[in-house]
């Protein structure tokens, strides 16, 4: 066995074996077929195949990480409207809204305004942004319907995936070309998701050569400022796509895909942000044998963001304009073999360059303006079998980057498969999150007449080091009977040389970005499916994080360790999902998210969000084969509540209660 696979499992596999994020798991029809996911037992979607924890298909219940997996048919059931939407069905993520069209997103803590240790794929494509080692949420968009699963995992992934893959991975699979034949039109709105639509359309250009392309709009509200004045951050957003499979050859596969955007948001300080860009993606994959494959994915990036930026009282500058423009050019190679009857070997390597343009506001810059970046990588890694049912995964990647030089990522993970469907697991691993423009480049100027004097409030510091961390896991996954599921998993993360801010000893001014601190968070993730009837499966979830980051002795930092985090203790889910008759679907989901602190706008002072409850319906009925009507409501137990504080000019700003209607059309 081989990572919970047999190796003739493995060899039985290997032709479905394309890549390491292309959508593994093939519909038995061409033609896509209504809610395939729903009709699937607890043991069949354990069975599922998933590939970010290998770069290779494993079926989810044997695969020994802390992985969650959002079907499709889940995301539809939901009633999302977005992606970040979608990843609050994950129990091992932190999912909170800031404003209409911004959220906080991450594993295991570190939920700042400037997240950055989570790493984001779409397709194999790398999404976090070099400005400041996160995710621009807002940029990130699918027609929902064609998603076929989102793989996320809480806990290191630097072996396989890099640097940034600190405290977890989220891996966004689109469903292929051959899945979504055919034409599908939606539309519908309501009081914030205000008016929306969509329409894909699918067919063949020869024998197994499928495409699809797809155009979505949607236009969102206002939220609330606290006082339930309009926030004033209205959204609206144009997508386009397309995708083309070519499968006419077993030991050859081919996929090209692209998607381009434009947006317009609203910013309650003043003024609208706009975005744009566009992306196109290449990959082939080759079968040699039974026990061999590899693959080889390129693709180019563009994203455009100009976004306004304040008046700042403090250094006398004026509002203005920030434009941030980056190209990413990246190429990915991975081989995969077996060694003997006990060796699973992947390797791969990796590089990636981005062209970055930076037009400065008047309180906000970069130094220098233009920055090309080169990111060479190499990963190897042995799945080996032990003993029957023991199995040790080690490996690392090593990466060189143009700030810190060479970075080492190890991990090693065992699994004891105790019976066919209950597995154990532990590991240990190493990880960094690289610098990015914001440590190293970023200028926050004075205006005269202080200018004379302290050029700036703020700059980055070139000898800004990584930020590291050892994580130690345990974890447990079964299916206990054919109707209850559960796993289980606690860590304990030991963090060095994360970012602070720091004074100069001698003139007080410029602060700079610093790793002055250190500490460690511990916690613990459960997850329960209980499929009471054939008609009705309950889900429930629930994640506990302590959390300790320090200054180091005889260090400083102006923020008092509070810039860093701002993640509750706890949180649960419990949703409901019911097959009724008549073609129709009821879906519940009540959440409880637990109140924590942050750092306020006077820097080093704690404030708190308050804990609350909230509560999600879908109601949904399928008239035939080609229609669907539905109506969601969001955030129903309030009028509106908060979710998150950023501290920033930016006034707080309330989520309000929402509500929608939905027609799908497919033929």
Do not use: C
């Amino acid at each position: 066995m081989v990572a919970g696979v047999s190796i003739s499992q493995a060899q039985d596999k290997s032709s479905d074996v394309v890549s390491t994020n292309a959508n593994i798991n093939k519909s038995s029809s061409a033609v896509e077929g209504p809610a395939t996911y729903k009709k699937m037992s607890l043991e069949e979607l354990m069975n599922q195949d998933v590939t970010s924890v290998a770069r290779q298909p494993q079926p989810y219940g044997q695969a020994p990480a802390a992985i969650d997996v959002i079907t499709g048919d889940e995301i539809q059931r939901s009633g999302a409207s977005s992606i970040p939407e979608a990843l609050r069905l994950a129990d091992n993520l932190y999912v909170a809204q800031k404003n209409s069209h911004d959220w906080a997103i991450s594993a295991r803590g570190f939920n700042t305004d400037l997240a950055n240790k989570l790493l984001v794929l779409m397709d194999g494509r790398t999404v976090y942004t070099p400005l400041f080692a996160g995710v621009f949420w807002d940029q990130q968009d699918y027609l929902l319907k064609d998603i076929d699963r989102i793989e996320v995992i809480s806990g290191p992934g630097g072996t396989l995936w890099g640097a940034n893959a600190v405290n977890g991975v989220i891996n966004i699979v689109s469903k292929s070309a051959e899945e979504t034949q055919g034409l599908y039109v939606e539309g519908g709105g309501g009081n914030w998701l205000q008016d929306f639509g969509a329409v894909r359309y699918g067919g063949t250009l020869a024998t197994n050569i499928f495409y699809r392309a797809y155009l979505k709009y949607f236009d969102r509200g206002d939220e609330f400022l606290t006082n339930g004045d309009n926030a004033s951050d209205a959204w609206r957003m144009g997508q386009g796509g397309f995708r083309i499979d070519n499968e006419a050859a077993a030991e050859n596969r081919f996929t090209m895909q692209g998607d381009f955007y434009m947006g317009d948001e609203n910013v309650p300080t003043g003024g609208n942000a706009h975005t744009g860009g566009g992306n196109v993606l290449g990959r082939w994959s080759h079968t040699f044998s039974d026990d061999s494959d590899m693959s080889l994915q390129t693709y180019y990036d563009r994203t455009h963001l100009a976004d306004p930026i304040p008046a700042n009282a403090v250094t006398l500058q004026p509002a203005g304009t920030l434009i941030d423009d980056l190209d990413t050019y990246d190429i990915d190679f991975q081989h995969r073999f077996h060694l003997g009857d006990r060796n699973n070997v992947v390797w791969g390597l990796g590089y990636r360059f981005t062209h970055e343009v930076d037009q400065p506001a008047p309180a906000v810059g970069f130094v220098p303006e233009t920055l090309d970046q080169n990111l060479f990588s190499g990963f190897a890694q042995d799945e080996i079998m032990l003993v029957k049912n023991v199995f040790l995964t080690a490996g690392t990647k090593i990466e060189h980057n143009d700030y810190t030089g060479f970075e080492y990522e190890p991990s090693g993970r065992l699994q004891w498969n105790a019976t066919p469907k209950q597995m154990f697991w532990g590991a240990i691993s190493r990880a960094v999150r690289t610098p990015s423009r914001v440590e190293e480049n970023e200028r926050l100027p004075f205006g005269p007449p202080i200018s004379a004097i302290f050029p700036n409030l703020l700059t980055g510091n070139t000898d800004f080091e990584s930020e590291k961390v050892i994580a130690y896991e345990l974890g447990y996954r079964a299916q206990l009977g054919q109707k209850i599921s559960t796993s289980v998993s606690g860590y304990y993360n030991d963090y060095q040389d994360l970012r602070s801010t720091g004074i100069n000893p001698v003139t007080l001014f410029p602060f700079t970005f610093q790793n002055n601190l250190e500490g460690y968070t511990y916690g613990a993730e459960l997850s329960l499916d209980f499929q009471i009837f054939d008609w009705w499966r309950l889900h429930g979830g629930y994640d506990w994080l302590k959390e300790d980051i320090h200054v180091k002795p005889g260090q400083t930092d102006i923020n008092n360790a509070l810039n860093e985090t701002a993640d509750p203790e706890n949180q649960f889910q419990i949703r409901s999902s019911m097959n009724l008759p008549k073609d129709i679907q009821l879906d519940t989901a009540l959440r409880w998210v637990d109140a924590f602190q942050y750092n306020s706008s006077v820097a080093g002072t704690p404030a708190s969000v308050p804990s609350y409850f909230e509560f999600d319906a879908r109601l949904a009925w399928r008239l035939n084969k080609h229609w669907e009507f539905s109506i969601v409501g969001q955030n129903l137990l309030h009028d509106r509540h908060l979710e998150y504080v950023s501290p920033s000019p930016a006034p707080e700003e309330e989520i309000g209660r929402s509500v929608y209607g939905k027609v799908a059309f497919n033929w």
